[in-house]
């Protein structure tokens, strides 16, 4: 019996799943696609992370949330951390596009109950919904321990420990992170934003602080893994 029959079949009342997502069109998609995977999931789609907030502090209740990573009002990690201040029961199930390992630690240790790549096929985004609503995590393949294990090379560019917090960037640092992402040096920061070189140095300093890290592509491979940027 595959997944879609044994979701019709053994559920006797509506599913409601919330999905979260910034990205209007990766939203509406995959919204239609939970929905046409099993006839009792009802699907609800939010664009901003306070919408979905706001229905959660009002005692809305979902089987499950589906909620991507990487936002700009809010990151899905600073999500769950908020969600699970008024909500500790519903599950929460993270994805993301992201190109470096995900922060499973930091995932599991915020409440969260399960991770999929959005480039997984549709089975196996079914897989993992239907694991979280039976009680249990789907982590794709990815074990906490593999993210312990020991790295090859520099350990500041290939692991990291993951933050106790979620850390907090100011607008400006965010732009500041964005462009050095992007490979640009002081100089061009500077020009660019309109501030001076020392500026710039300042606000990587502060960015590195928040991030634990020294080097610049530490920092932006740890602020991608964290849904940062």
Same mark, same amino acid.
């Given at each position: 019996?595959?997944?879609?029959?044994?979701?019709?079949?053994?559920?006797?009342?509506?599913?409601?799943?919330?999905?979260?997502?910034?990205?209007?069109?990766?939203?509406?998609?995959?919204?239609?696609?939970?929905?046409?995977?099993?006839?009792?999931?009802? &699907?609800?789609?939010?664009? #901003? *992370?306070?919408?979905? !907030?706001?229905? %959660?502090?009002?005692?809305?209740?979902? +089987?499950? $949330?589906?909620?991507?990573?990487?936002?700009?009002?809010?990151?899905?990690?600073?999500?769950?951390?908020?969600?699970? &201040?008024?909500?500790?029961? #519903? *599950?929460?199930?993270? !994805?993301?596009? %992201?190109?470096?390992?995900?922060?499973? +630690?930091? $995932?599991?240790?915020?409440?969260?109950?399960?991770?999929?790549?959005?480039?997984?096929?549709?089975?196996?985004?079914?897989?993992?919904?239907?694991?979280?609503?039976?009680?249990?995590?789907?982590?794709?393949?990815?074990?906490?321990?593999?993210?312990?294990?020991?790295?090859?090379?520099?350990?500041?560019?290939?692991?990291?420990?993951?933050?106790?917090?979620?850390?907090?960037?100011?607008?400006?640092?965010?732009?500041?992170?964005?462009?050095?992402?992007?490979?640009?040096?002081?100089?061009?920061?500077?020009?660019?934003?309109?501030?001076?070189?020392?500026?710039?140095?300042?606000?990587?300093?502060?960015?590195?602080?928040?991030?634990?890290?020294?080097?610049?592509?530490?920092?932006?491979?740890?602020?991608?893994?964290?849904?940062?940027?």
């Amino acid at each position: 019996m595959t997944a879609v029959n044994k979701t019709d079949c053994c559920m006797t009342e509506a599913l409601k799943i919330a999905v979260l997502d910034d990205h209007r069109m990766f939203l509406e998609g995959i919204s239609l696609v939970v929905k046409g995977m099993a006839s009792r999931f009802e &699907v609800e789609g939010f664009d #901003t *992370p306070s919408s979905l !907030l706001a229905r %959660i502090q009002d005692k809305q209740k979902f +089987n499950l $949330i589906v909620c991507d990573l990487v936002m700009n009002q809010m990151n899905g990690l600073a999500f769950v951390a908020a969600a699970r &201040v008024h909500d500790k029961q #519903t *599950p929460i199930l993270i !994805l993301s596009g %992201i190109n470096t390992d995900p922060p499973i +630690n930091e $995932i599991k240790r915020l409440g969260a109950n399960g991770f999929i790549h959005k480039s997984a096929e549709n089975k196996d985004l079914l897989n993992a919904i239907n694991v979280l609503i039976s009680g249990a995590q789907y982590f794709e393949g990815v074990s906490v321990e593999s993210e312990k294990s020991a790295p090859h090379g520099d350990a500041q560019e290939k692991a990291y420990d993951m933050p106790a917090a979620i850390p907090i960037l100011g607008k400006r640092q965010i732009e500041v992170l964005r462009m050095i992402a992007n490979g640009a040096s002081n100089k061009e920061i500077s020009s660019s934003l309109t501030i001076s070189e020392n500026t710039v140095k300042t606000h990587l300093r502060q960015i590195f602080e928040e991030l634990a890290v020294n080097k610049r592509t530490a920092c932006v491979r740890k602020a991608q893994a964290l849904g940062i940027i």
